[in-house]
């Protein structure tokens, strides 16, 4: 009478009750789950340096306005941007403003897209605005180095600085004329830009008179919405705008500028996660197919083996989007070092998206390996290895 040979014998299954069947069986072979697990972090690092890398356009192109005391901006009728548009307001429009219901102070603003060059070398495409440096609302909000500027200066974020070699007490040329750097600032510098400050007066003399955009504060009785909505109302032929909308129209226009691109790339960092993921998941099948039959053979359900292969994929996933976070996160760090005009902003809710849009192509990952797992036979586990 032949005997059967008694099923292998299983490590993973022999400490199910200490360690789960999925954490154990991804995890057996460390250097292969390290190795896997990094190559499907790398997708999700692609995908979360994308939203971070458009998250840091986003956040440079509004950092101006961010950091503004105003509460409302007045611009020309139908502008209702500073990215790519030009705004000239009538004369007079400063003193209607100013003696609206609920107005605290107004200040004018000069606001021009043209260039900053030093000498015989670098030309930066620069944001230039004119302030009155007596209060200082239209002007940096701080200077890393230096001091406002007077007649005849100008102030420049500390990235563009560093790109056309230039410090404090340097001379550089602004719409045609020589300037002297008297200060910088910092975080006002992206790929596209950079900005810079003047005096009003010099600003004036340079570009010509006029006004371009008012910066207006609310009264403690009332808000910058109901402010914004009563100079829309009370004062003709031009745009008002909350600070915070103004703001959202800068980011809305990066979106549009950039969001295809940033789609299209996160889209490429979701598809190399799914392959690694089922290549993963498949790989691991494949090599404990026989403990698979171990488990069937000793009376697990399909739902039981199912379970163990959707939560080797959530595994992985988590796993891996945890790697890729902390990865992003030095990435980030780095970049601001090597490249003072790149930000990267790793934002919690780009992390949760990644993680959710992750686990979504993980579904589709696991399905390859589970059909392979529930068409074993569980007779399998009764062979002995030729």
Known sequence: MSVLPSAPRCSWLTTSRRVPLARKSLFEDRRRAGLALLG????????????????????????????????????????????????????????????????????????????ITRPGSVTLISYVFGYDVRTGRGGPQHLSTGRPPRNGEIVIDAAGAEQLGVGVGDQVQVF?????????????????????????????????????Y????????????????????????????????????????????????????????????????ALTLSAITTSNLREYAVVQALGATRARLAGVIVLQALWAIVVATAIATVLALLLSRSVGVLAPNVELVVEPGAVLSTLLGALAVGAPAALLPLRRVLSVDPATAYRTSS
């Open 176 to 212: 045609g004329h020589g300037v002297e750097v008297s200060g910088l600032t910092t975080g006002l510098t992206s790929l596209g830009n950079t900005n810079a400050f003047m005096t009003s007066d010099t600003y004036a003399l340079l570009a010509g008179p006029g006004t371009n």
């Open 214 to 277: 008012l910066l207006v504060g609310a009264s403690p009785q009332t808000t910058a919405a109901r402010l914004a909505a009563r100079l829309a109302h009370d004062v003709p032929a031009v745009t008002v705008q909350s600070r915070a909308a103004f703001s959202a129209e800068d980011a809305a226009l990066v979106g549009d500028l950039y969001g295809d691109v940033i789609k299209t790339m996160r889209a490429i960092g979701f598809v190399i996660a799914l392959a690694l993921v």
């Open 40 to 115: 499907v972090s790398g997708g999700l690092l692609l995908v979360l340096v994308m939203s971070a890398l458009f998250a840091g356009f986003t956040h440079q192109a509004t950092a101006y306005f961010d950091r503004s005391p105003a509460d409302v901006v007045v611009s020309q009728a139908g502008v209702r941007s500073m990215q790519m548009s030009t705004s000239s307001l009538p004369a007079g429009t400063i003193d209607e403003v100013r003696h609206q219901p609920g107005v605290a102070w107004v200040e004018s603003l000069r606001q021009a897209n043209t260039t």
